[in-house]
């Protein structure tokens, strides 16, 4: 009987992880066109990155998350601050995948996009 050797399991860089999230968010992808397009292995990947970044699957509540009334309870207040700080996570790291897009296209392509700050602005 033949050996199986396991191919080895590829790491992707949470900017890539968020970006491919974003797209399919975004409704640009579904999950299934993502993962093919990107070869990204098992059905379920493209999902536990979108539960890892606080992407839900179920449909978005409208409703804020206090009312008048439970403004001051602690624990709603604790769960706001909960998901405030991993929406500032997420943020950042989409501040860093978009900053090597940008340092990825200037290097590649030889453009400059980021405008210098030395330049003075146009009116």
Partial sequence: MKKRTKKPQPIYSDSFKLGIVMR????????EEARI?????????????????????EPVDDKPMATIHDK??????????????????????RSEFYQTMIDVAERELGISIVKKSDTNPSD
Avoid: C
Wanted: glycine content about 8%; hydrophobic content about 30%; aromatic content about 8%.
């Fill in 24 to 31: 399919v968010a975004n409704g640009q992808l579904t999950k």
């Fill in 37 to 57: 397009a990107y070869h990204i292995g098992g059905n379920s990947t493209i999902l536990e990155w979108m539960r890892k970044f606080g992407y839900s699957t």
């Fill in 72 to 93: 001051t309870d602690p624990e709603l207040l604790k769960k706001k601050i909960r998901q405030l700080e991993k929406q500032l996570k997420n943020e950042r790291i």
